[in-house]
């Protein structure tokens, strides 16, 4: 069997020597946090704080402790450029970037918070992969195409996607490297797990902190809806998430025809507008919550609007020009100032045209529609970073037994290998050596761009065509 | 009286200011259209006093400055004898004006000043200070209304207009020796300036107001100056310090320029703002070449007005010029006598630094003073050598039996009153110029006999500045104080006990491409980290805002007296700027304006001997107000990372190009349907009719009109031929028309 994406090639290949389920994911999962804190507690200076790769101005730690500093001086954390962040983010990690403890490494604590994060995330993930899986299972009873489906003795794809994100090297450099990601994705991961579950307050909380402390997030608001408005109408309650992973609904109600008399009604898959309502009674309730916290804790010295202005404006304008893993800096250092607006539309308004299509074509995966909506987002954003990378590969995992088919697997892990090499070298040598040029590192960014689009692409096609075929099985079956 | 009328050669000065023209005395110089040489005509009174002339002597200047066109478009041989007659009548009406304004004067005192001084000190290693000084006074007063008779009145006007309480400009070349050339007497406080420009200006407008005004006070310096002023409008390059740079800063701002290359043609307009330019006086010394083949150059401008002045008065103007050049003496004799003994001092004289000589007091000076500074300690140094020298420092004995021999008998010796310690204080000879003439010029020489050393005095600590870290990326700027004097601590921290502290300002401005983190800055006492909290007493930071302010950080730190060393680092970020923000030379490197370091405990005062000469002296009286400690740090050069300036289109293109890939690639997968597959497969199953209904879902597949391809294309076909043809033929029809018309 393929392995879907070849980034987990690795783990996967190790993990299905031990046929432990549950306790190899313990296990994995331990490891990977001990491997976590003996990397912080390295006596060398990795500097991975520093570098382009693991934090942007949105996510440095050395920017949040600069407008903690701030603060601390009575001054807006805001005042200057430094600190683009969230306030409430900067009273919880803020302390602690301060607070040193004799013989430790500095910014232990939140090195600390970020494992946390990280392994939450994980086993969020892993949670998610469950619900996912025991809903794929029952859609395949229900089309009788469960003898099909191979059951492997290996890990469960939920735990495959806990630890690829687990062990995921992206994943891990943002964690060491203090970039405030890990804390981004635990609340995406958060959002998702609310929708699977079908909790309303939980996803809606997700979604408005995520949303709060990067932006992007904000287009998950179509998956969480359609995932947890969905999945109202099937009877057993454990059973909820069924939706979330159900093949296309011609499907259900070609079967519903061919089984005349069946209990269930067709109703079960139209889109409940009430549960839509009942969800953004919840994320409105939040917002306010979220938007009363952070109006205490600014406004001594500042005002929401100034918030609004150096978080949300700082990422839509793109005003920083440091170079990172994204095509934006580049473009926005070398366009002439007088079509700079126009292109800032076009390249915002590219994440935003593409979520009507997709939420057309894959409503009926609101899961894999989250993880195809982050991958854009993170592919297309002004400050990107490995961390968000981290994010969509971790996520991609929870789609492996779909994703099977898919092309070109082995030329993107590949493509990743060699991009997350080369990038740092010709960094190094434009930035540090002198003896590069900046088109060097511009070019490996260009890459990277490449094969984010070819695995979105070629994720979105194969799960399409995975698609086709359950329809064609089925009708065929129903044939017989 | 007599009247004076010269025909010299016109200067070839930049003429950048075509608009500055101030109807002072030195208007007498008429514009001459005819050609290249010019009249100047000088009043000088038989007594060798000078009034300024009156008023009504001013307007007919006026009037033949207004008429003059016209009289010059009507004849053009008839101008110069037209004038030379209005000349003469008002000068018949002049005595009796004279008498006049000259009695209002001793009543009322409101009469406009003008003094030339020049301060020359050797320097301990083996160079030469002179220091100009000129001070014209412009008095609040109703009576002149705009009209000004020594003053310039570009300045006039620049206060009048931008409501300029307190302004410094300074123009420098070269970086002030501290350790050399000593840190902790009035000139170096003053007049070390750091390199390139420094503006700061003081305004008597309210708050909001303050921008505006500074905007238009550069843009109007810059064409004053010929100087790049103007690009301290931009708000990025000037900051509003609250405490660390001046004690009472009001409304004040500050920009510096360090890149500015300063050269004649900023000393030409500044040269213009002096009654005799550098014509007649003491400003005749300043030979372009050999000012700026010195070690320091430093050109400035200061003015005060007292803004307090009722409305539609003019308020009284203190404006000082003052120029420090640091000078090498090459004299011929003293190397060719003494060569082999380096350790002496070489023997100089104004004509062998500056090329020439003094030939006369610039004639509307009120003083005009060379001093002549010498370290008292040499003195001492030298009754250590002759075992037998002078015990009083009275002039007869230097002349007599010190080792150093003036070529020209003082006119008056001046002793610092220093009671606290003998080191560092210093003797004034004073020469007044007004005795001497063309043909007996003033030309001061000094002579060495015996080689003699001494230090000048420093400042409590010594500042110096530079960067850390490598690669463009990041780095840490780092300020280092060094103990002056490690051997005998300095004379602010003597009487006081143990537990004194020395207070230090730093006043640091970055650019806003240097993204300082200021929460990593880290203090070094005696080379061991140090908890801020305990020496850091005030700290104020204004953080930049990226293409909007500069950093600005004022401290005020106590470090202990006996302190040998501290050090203070602050890490930054590098910015990357957008590709139309760097200059020309973009691989040149950014500057970091200095800091400016100073000591709010110390000041440095001459206490001379109170004297009326000195009372009369603005230059001696500057050196004995009080005024603390200052010196200014190196500039920092920040290399940059460029982005490759050659490749916009390239970029844009490419980068468009991957975003139309994936917006295609993403739409063409979504596109695709699913229905038709299914069919496809429901006609598989049905294998006998596979042929003809793939036919049918090719065709429908291909769109409703081409249902039947066979039949009508055959027909059309003639058709459409004709019509192409004739088509084809209705174009080269235009087309030979148009070409035909056209040609």
Redesign the interface.
């Known amino acids: 069997m393929p392995t879907a994406n070849t980034e987990e090639e690795n783990s996967k290949s190790e993990l299905q020597k031990n046929h432990g389920g549950g306790g190899g994911f313990t296990r994995w999962a331990v490891v990977a946090v001990i491997f976590r804190l003996a990397l912080i507690y390295f006596p060398g200076n990795l500097n991975l704080s520093s570098r382009p790769e693991v934090s942007t101005p949105l996510t440095s730690i050395r920017r949040l402790a600069e407008g903690y500093w701030l603060k601390q001086s009575s001054m807006s954390p805001y005042a200057g450029s430094m600190y683009h962040g969230s306030p409430l983010l900067l009273s919880v990690l803020g302390p602690l970037t301060v607070k040193r403890i004799e013989g430790q490494p500095s910014h232990i604590l939140c090195s600390l918070v970020f494992v946390l994060a990280d392994l939450i995330s994980s086993i969020l993930i892993r949670a998610t992969g469950r619900k996912l899986q025991i809903a794929y299972r029952k859609s395949l009873k229900s089309l009788n195409l469960l003898n099909k489906s191979t059951d492997s003795g290996a890990l469960s794809s939920g735990d495959i996607a806990a630890l690829v994100y687990l062990w995921n090297p992206f994943t891990i450099v943002a964690c060491v490297g203090l970039s405030t990601s890990p804390v981004e994705n635990l609340f995406t991961i958060l959002t998702l797990y609310g929708a699977a579950t079908g909790l309303a307050p939980l996803a809606a909380f997700g979604w408005v902190m995520a949303t709060h402390l990067s932006l992007y997030p904000a287009i998950l608001i179509i998956p969480v809806n359609l995932s947890y408005s969905g999945s109202w109408f099937y009877p057993p309650a454990p059973l909820s998430p069924e939706y979330t992973y159900a093949p296309p609904s011609k499907l259900f109600r070609s079967k519903e025809h061919g089984k005349v008399g069946d209990g269930k009604s067709s109703q079960e898959i139209i889109f409940s507008w009430r549960r839509v309502f009942h969800l953004l009674v919840w994320t409105s309730l939040w917002s306010v919550y979220v938007l009363v916290l952070c109006s205490i804790s600014v406004k001594q010295h500042g005002s929401l609007q100034e918030m609004f202005q150096r978080t949300y404006g700082f990422i839509l304008t793109v005003e920083d020009l440091s170079p990172n893993i994204g095509v934006l800096w580049y473009f926005f250092a070398e366009v002439f100032d007088f079509f700079r607006d126009f292109f800032l539309i076009v390249f915002h308004s590219n994440i935003l045209f593409m979520i009507l299509p997709l939420a057309i074509r894959l409503k009926h995966r609101p899961c894999f529609l989250a993880f195809v909506y982050i991958a854009i987002s993170s592919m297309l954003k002004s400050y990107p970073s490995v961390g968000d990378s981290a994010l969509y590969l971790g996520l991609l995992g929870l789609f492996l037994d779909e994703l099977a088919d898919m092309q070109f697997s082995f030329f993107l892990f590949c493509g990743y290998v060699g991009v997350s090499l080369l990038s740092p070298v010709m960094h190094n040598l434009w930035i540090w050596r002198g003896t590069g040029n900046a088109n060097f590192y511009y070019a490996t960014a260009m890459a990277y761009a490449c094969f984010q689009i070819v695995l979105v692409v070629e994720s979105v096609s194969s799960m399409l065509n995975h698609d086709r075929k359950l329809t064609k099985l089925s009708t065929s079956k129903l044939q017989k | 009286m007599t009247i004076q009328i010269r025909k010299g050669k016109r200067a070839t000065e930049p003429q950048c200011l075509g608009s500055q023209r101030s109807l002072n005395s030195e208007d007498l110089l008429f514009p001459n259209q005819t050609g290249d040489s010019k009249a100047a005509v000088y009043f000088q009174l038989s007594n060798g006093r000078f009034r300024p002339p009156p008023a009504h002597r001013l307007i007919a200047h006026h009037i033949v400055d207004t008429i003059a066109p016209i009289f010059f478009r009507v004849s053009r041989t008839m101008w110069l004898p037209l004038r030379l007659t209005l000349l003469l009548l008002f000068l018949l009406l002049s005595p009796r004006a004279l008498l006049r304004s000259g009695s209002a004067a001793v009543v009322s005192g409101e009469e406009e000043e003008f003094h030339e001084e020049l301060l020359l000190k050797p320097l301990p290693d083996r160079k030469v200070l002179a220091h100009f000084h000129f001070h014209s006074i412009a008095p609040p007063s109703k009576s002149n209304g705009r009209h000004h008779h020594l003053f310039p009145k570009a300045i006039s006007q620049l206060v009048q207009k931008f409501r300029v309480k307190e302004m410094e400009l300074s123009f420098t070349q070269g970086r002030w020796n501290y350790e050399r050339w000593g840190g902790f007497d009035p000139i170096s406080s003053n007049n070390a300036k750091p390199p390139g420009v420094e503006l700061w200006a003081v305004f008597d407008v309210p708050e909001d107001q303050v921008d505006a005004y500074w905007k238009n006070l550069t843009n109007s310096l810059s064409g004053l100056f010929c100087a790049s002023i103007n690009f301290l409008e931009s708000s990025t390059m000037y900051s509003a310090p609250k405490w660390s740079f001046r004690i009472t800063p009001g409304r004040l701002r500050y920009g510096t320029l360090p890149r500015e290359a300063v050269c004649t043609e900023n000393l030409t307009p500044w040269l213009k703002l002096l009654p005799c330019r550098d014509k007649a006086g003491l400003a005749a010394l300043l030979d372009r070449p050999s000012i700026y083949k010195g070690f320091y150059h430093s050109q400035r401008l200061y003015l005060t007005s007292n803004a307090s002045v009722p409305a539609e008065t003019v308020s009284g103007i203190s404006l000082e010029q003052t120029l420090t050049v640091v000078l090498q003496p090459n004299s011929p004799s003293s190397s060719s006598i003494h060569s082999g003994e380096s350790n002496f001092q070489p023997s100089w004289s104004l004509s062998s630094i500056f090329g020439r000589k003094i030939s006369g007091k610039c004639v509307l000076a009120q003083s005009s003073i060379v001093y002549l500074q010498l370290e008292k300690s040499i003195f001492s140094e030298q009754k250590d050598n002759m075992d037998n020298g002078p015990n009083s420092l009275a002039s007869e004995g230097f002349a007599g039996g010190s080792g150093f021999e003036m070529s020209l008998d003082p006119d008056i010796v001046i002793e610092e009153e220093n009671q606290s310690q003998h080191k560092g204080s210093s003797v004034l000879y004073g020469f007044w110029v007004e005795k001497y003439n063309e043909s007996q010029p003033f030309d001061l020489g000094l002579k060495w006999k015996y080689p003699v050393f001494w230090s000048s005095r420093q400042a409590p600590l010594h500042a110096s500045r530079f960067l850390m870290g490598?690669?463009?990326?990041?780095g840490a700027i780092a300020i280092l104080f060094k103990s002056a004097n490690s051997a005998d601590s300095s004379s602010g921290s003597r009487h006081v006990s143990d537990g004194c502290e020395l207070q230090v300002d730093v006043f640091q401005v970055v650019p806003?491409y240097i993204?300082v983190?200021?929460?990593?800055l880290q203090i070094f006492v005696d080379d061991e980290a140090k908890p801020i909290g305990d020496f850091v007493h005030k700290?104020q930071?204004?953080?930049?805002?990226?293409?909007t302010s500069p950093?600005m950080m004022e401290m005020l730190l106590k470090l202990p007296c006996d302190v040998r060393s501290a050090a203070l680092t602050l890490e930054f970020?590098k910015?990357?700027?957008?590709?139309?923000e760097y200059p020309p030379d973009a691989n040149q490197g950014y500057d970091i304006p200095s800091a400016v370091i100073s000591f709010p405990s110390f000041h440095s005062v001459m206490h001379l001997l109170s004297n009326d000469s000195i009372r009369k002296s603005p230059l001696l009286s500057r050196f004995q107000e009080k005024n603390r400690v200052q010196s200014y740090t190196e500039v920092l050069l920040v290399p940059l990372?460029?982005?490759?300036f050659s490749?916009?289109y390239n970029?844009?293109t490419?980068?468009c190009t991957?975003?139309a890939?994936?917006?295609g690639?993403?739409?063409n997968?979504?596109r695709?349907r699913?229905g038709e597959?299914?069919r496809y497969?429901?006609a598989g199953?049905k294998k006998g009719w596979l042929r003809v209904l793939l036919s049918r879902l090719l065709a429908k597949l291909r769109g409703k009109p081409m249902e039947e391809p066979d039949q009508p294309s055959s027909e059309s076909a003639p058709l459409i031929g004709k019509k192409l043809v004739l088509k084809v033929i209705l174009v080269a029809v235009l087309a030979v028309a148009w070409q035909f018309y056209s040609t």
Do not use: A, C, Q
């Open positions: 490598s690669g463009n990326e990041r806003w993204k983190y200021y929460h990593s700290i930071v204004s953080p930049s805002k990226d293409k950093g970020d910015g990357f700027l957008h590709i139309d990372t460029t982005p490759d490749m916009p970029v844009i490419i980068t991957v975003f890939l994936f917006f690639s993403l739409l997968v979504l695709r699913v597959e299914e497969l429901k199953k």
